[in-house]
């Protein structure tokens, strides 16, 4: 399964992550996520059949652009 981390420089409070954990959950072929607020980040587990920049159109559709973060070393 891939995952990806974007980073979502808009998520300043708890109803933002909220909001972003909603979205997340809400698109098909995502297994698991996971919302950072301190950090500005979303983690997400997903099938090969959603693109991270599918996801990321996502979440600037919902008011959250975001970027896709290089995986850690």
Do not use: R
Not at 57 to 62: G, P, R
Request: net charge negative.
């Amino acid at each position: 399964m891939p995952e990806t981390t974007f980073e979502i420089p808009a998520l300043q409070s708890q109803d933002d992550a909220d909001a972003v954990m909603f979205e997340l959950q809400d698109l098909p072929c995502v297994n698991q996520a996971d919302v950072d607020l301190g950090k500005h980040q979303a983690w997400v587990s997903h099938s090969s059949m959603i693109a991270a920049e599918d996801i990321a159109a996502a979440l600037e559709a919902a008011g959250y652009p975001s970027s896709v973060l290089p995986p850690a070393a």
